[in-house]
């Protein structure tokens, strides 16, 4: 069974400064990746995904992740963030089904 | 994107009784939905995959007559928790996987369950 490690439980940091969050899948095949965030008392959203192709990959709000295949890795980044990025970030994998495995979340509180 | 609601948001009941939850497709159609449990600061649980018309498809140890799932048209989904536990207080959260798309999966907002 495919496995999904987020490495950062909780990061906080302060407004204007990068963000990087790491996520590793244990799944040799073919993967499709999601990064998916979660406001305070509002649904899960996806925020970028890789199917193919380019490995850097830009998503909505200023975020952007990199493939890299032979790290099986999928982090996610953000030059600057901002007080309104507080959120749970969730990465997430698909393998040959359609059920996707979610890690265990990273909180990211962005202090102004 | 598209939209799924879940109904109810937020629900307490007594133990030994059930819990209905409904996941609706408000504008596509879902042939295959799916149910996630969320534990505080614990990532999300696959439950079961719902698919229409058809049996419901549960993971390795969740309980099938525990966690009723109907999945009777292409825009609903129910989750009915039979003989509710207080361990079975939980966040519950549907997702539908469009059709159309080819992965992508749209969340409910989910649904707070406590058992007295």
């Known amino acids: 069974a495919q496995s999904v490690s987020q490495h950062n439980h909780h990061v906080i940091l302060s407004e204007a400064a990068s963000l990087e969050l790491g996520c590793n899948y244990s799944y040799g095949g073919t993967v499709n990746l999601f990064w998916y965030v979660q406001y305070p008392g509002q649904h899960l959203q996806l925020l970028l995904k890789y199917f193919s192709g380019d490995p850097l990959v830009k998503g909505i709000k200023g975020f952007e992740a990199e493939f890299i295949k032979s790290k099986f890795s999928f982090k996610l980044r953000k030059p600057s963030v901002q007080w309104s990025d507080t959120a749970e970030y969730f990465c997430?994998?698909?393998?040959?089904?359609?059920?996707?495995?979610f890690g265990a979340g990273t909180t990211v509180t962005v202090r102004a | 994107g598209a939209v799924v609601s879940q109904h109810p948001s937020r629900v307490i009941c007594k133990s030994g009784t059930s819990v209905k939850i409904e996941c609706r497709s408000l504008d596509f159609q879902a042939t295959t939905m799916f149910w996630y449990r969320q534990f505080p600061k614990k990532s999300l649980m696959l439950m079961a995959t719902s698919n229409e018309g058809s049996k419901a498809t549960y993971e390795q140890g969740v309980e099938k007559d525990k966690f009723l799932i109907n999945h009777a048209s292409l825009t609903l989904s129910t989750l009915t928790v039979t003989s509710a536990h207080p361990e079975d207080s939980s966040f519950y959260i549907c997702?539908?996987?469009?059709?159309?798309?080819?992965?992508?999966?749209?969340f409910g907002e989910g649904s707070r369950l406590t058992v007295l």
């Open positions: 997702s539908a996987r469009d059709r159309e798309n080819t992965g992508e999966l749209f």
């Open positions: 997430a994998v698909k393998a040959n089904d359609y059920k996707l495995s």
